[in-house]
Structures are given as structure tokens and as C-alpha cells.
């Protein structure tokens, strides 16, 4: 080996850790993560990799469907009623709401904050009377599956490090995201699809909103057999999904198996962890071949479920296809399913683009809930809905009479056994 790469790999954290002994190798086996299936607590879930013995509890969820709205939807004009900010509307924000906090680049030359309350109107629904805006007629329907926190706060004021933390649960990128996080602990169900999987789309919103990132469904330091495998939003889905012309099936398998032992030998040499990876994803990717064309025919879902979804149900790459897909894959036995919708982050003109927005996402969400229901998956099925931060209910006079919100505590909500719970900043009332 090369003098410059020997040296390299005797600084490789996990190589070190397989050249101390025992507790090296144990620390190393975790990481390489074991293909043998288990049986979960409950008896009721085969799954395969993970950690043995874990969870050591019975657990109430065995899936998450996180639907991650990028760019920060403004909660006081969706689903956190604030009746009494008509009375403070054109007067300058207080002091002890913003308590100190620093600003953004966008509004530190802001000499004043005028708070402007939402146009929209807000009514109660459910047996609980949640207020929810006009925005949304079919997730009003199902409110009584919600569950709203309102008592959530970030510190990161910008979408790169807010986004990143809600990922990851750090500001500074690098770390595992919760989707890798779970693949690493508890495998998957199935081992023709990945145990996580990422599909994003784009709003009607803002089509130039906040860019997204593959860091922000990476594995960080878990070996990347962990990260999230992204479905494209354009074209082909999954790209080489065909075997080249002239290659058939058995010819890719036995090429495969060449390799493999190839990749074996170079895994018993360097105990390098992401050989270990190599293996397992061409692996994944020849089973992907057949399992991938199937999760994407929907010419067999019921007429019903397809008007369920709305008419953008049967457009690749929309938020509402993405949501079938999500229950697709739920019901197939991926862990962890994660859309992103891209197009929240409304500086100007956010009544025409909330509106927009929320066209995209209101009725496949109802529906991806009421999917889940019907056919007994919600029970054990977390579904989370959510953005990076919330806004402050202030305008930029120099945006008059576009409204714009500035960036404040995070809005989102989640379900699970008929729950999903909705968090957003405290309330003003």
C-alpha cells in the first residue's frame, strides 16, 4: 500500500477501533450493523439488521412518515390562532417578544417591526374545537387524528443551520440525521427497499425557495449504508434501475458475486466499514431492480384512494404522488419515509403564496392520513409535519402590501395511534 495511504488509515477512527482487540471488534461489528433477522418486541414485525435487543421496550410506533416543509411555513396563518393581534396591528413588536434575540441579515436595518395579524379566517373543527385556518378544508376534516404542541423554540434564526438541527439535532452539519439514526438501530423490514427513503418536491409557493442538501438525510459518522436513498423528483426515479443492453439477470448476479468476494477480500485486509457499505448497497441495488418498478405502479390503486389524493396524485415528483408513494413504502416495511415540500419561505406576497402552498399539501396529507387509517397502519405509524422554525407575525413596510414574516419558533405536528401532534410557538391571545 501506498506509504501516504498507510499512514491515512492508521488515523481511520474506526480502523483504530478494530486494532485495539475486543472492544474494538465489538465497536466495529455495531457499526457494520448484522443481517440477521430478528424478531421485534412485540413478536409481530420481522425485521432485518439493527441492533440485537433493541428497542428493550415495546414499542407503540414501528414507522415515521416525516413530512418536512422547507422554508418555514408561517403558523399563525395555518393553525396557531392569535385573535388579539388585531387589536396590536401597524404598533411596533414588543420588546419582550423578541426579549434581545439578534437578527437576521434581511432585517437588521429594520428600524421597526409592525405586527400585522393573519387575513385569513379561522374557525373550529372537531369534537376538541381546534382552530384551523381556511387554508386548510380536508386536514379540518380529520383534526381530531391531530395533536398541537405550541410550545416548541429554536435558536437558530437562518434555514441552513435550522434545518440542520432539526435534522440532525446540531446546527453545525456532519451529524447522523433521524433516519439514518433509526435505520442504524432498528434495520428494516424489508430487505428489497432501503430502510430509509427521501422523495422532494417543489411548491407552487416560491419556486426559488431555501436549496436542500444530502447532508440533511446523510449518516454523518454511521457508515453510509445508513443514509437516506433519494427517489428523483424528475425523470427516472431511481437511475440504472435496467441492465445495460445484452446483460441479463444471471449475468449481473454472477458479476456481483465476483465482485462481492473481491470486496470481501479488501474488507478482511482494511476492516474499513465502508467496503462493508460497498457490499451491501450493490447488493441492495440488484433487489432494487425488481422492487422499485413495482412501488412505483399505481395503475392498481382503487379510483377512490387516487381522488382521495387530488388531482396532482398521478404527476411524478408532486407532494401528492409523494405521499402515496410514502404509503406504499409504509406498507411495504420501510422504516422511515421522509418527504421535503420546498416553497414555504413567503418574504413577499404571502397570501398568494401560503395559498399556493397549501393547495399543494392540504388534501394529500388529509388523505395520507385517512390512507393510514383505513387500513390499520396508523396505529403504529408516526406521521410528522413540520418546518425549520415558525415567523413572527410583523411586516416590512418597504414590502407593503405584500406581507412578510420574519422568523421566529418552529411550527409542525405529528400523529400516531389517531394522535398527531402540531408544534408551533406559544400562543398570543
Sequence with gaps: MDPILQIQDHLNRRTFLKATGGMGMAALFSLLGSKIAFADSDSKHKRFGGLAGFPNFPAKANRVIYLHQSGAPSQMDLFDYKPKLANLRGQDLPDSIRNGQRLTGMTSGQKSFPVAPSIFKFAQHGKA???????????????????????????????????????????????????????????????????????????????????????????????????????????????????????????????????????????????????????????????????????????????????????????????????????????????????????WDQHFNLPKAIAGQTYDTDQPTAALIKDLKQRGMLDDTLVVWGGEFGRTATITPAASPCLWRGAASRAGWLTERRTTTVTTSSRIR
Design 129 to 343: 374545537g381546534i382552530w384551523m385556518s381556511e387554508l386548510w378544508p380536508h386536514l379540518s376534516e380529520i383534526v381530531d387524528e391531530l395533536c398541537f404542541v405550541y410550545s416548541m423554540e429554536t435558536d437558530a434564526i437562518n434555514h441552513d443551520p435550522a434545518i440542520t438541527f432539526f435534522q440532525t439535532g446540531s446546527q453545525l452539519a456532519g451529524r447522523p440525521s433521524m433516519g439514518a439514526w433509526l435505520a442504524y438501530g432498528l434495520g428494516t423490514e424489508n430487505q428489497d427497499l432501503p430502510a430509509y427513503v427521501v422523495m422532494t418536491s417543489v411548491g407552487t409557493g416560491r419556486k426559488d425557495d431555501q436549496p436542500l442538501y444530502d447532508r440533511l438525510w446523510g449518516s454523518g459518522f454511521l457508515p453510509t449504508e445508513f443514509q437516506g436513498v433519494k427517489l428523483r423528483n424528475t425523470g427516472d426515479p431511481v437511475l440504472y434501475l435496467s441492465d445495460p443492453h445484452g446483460v441479463d439477470r444471471t449475468t449481473r448476479r454472477a458479476m456481483l458475486n465476483d465482485l462481492g468476494k473481491l470486496n470481501k477480500l479488501r474488507l478482511n485486509l482494511m476492516g474499513d466499514p465502508e467496503i462493508s457499505t460497498r457490499i451491501t448497497q450493490y447488493e441492495l441495488a440488484f433487489r432494487m431492480q425488481a422492487s422499485v418498478p413495482e412501488l412505483l405502479d399505481i395503475s392498481k390503486e382503487p379510483a377512490a384512494v387516487m381522488e382521495m389524493y387530488g388531482p396532482e396524485v398521478k404527476k411524478p415528483g408532486t407532494y401528492a404522488f409523494n405521499c402515496l408513494l410514502a404509503r406504499r413504502l409504509a406498507e411495504r416495511g420501510v422504516r422511515f419515509v421522509q418527504l421535503f415540500h420546498m416553497g
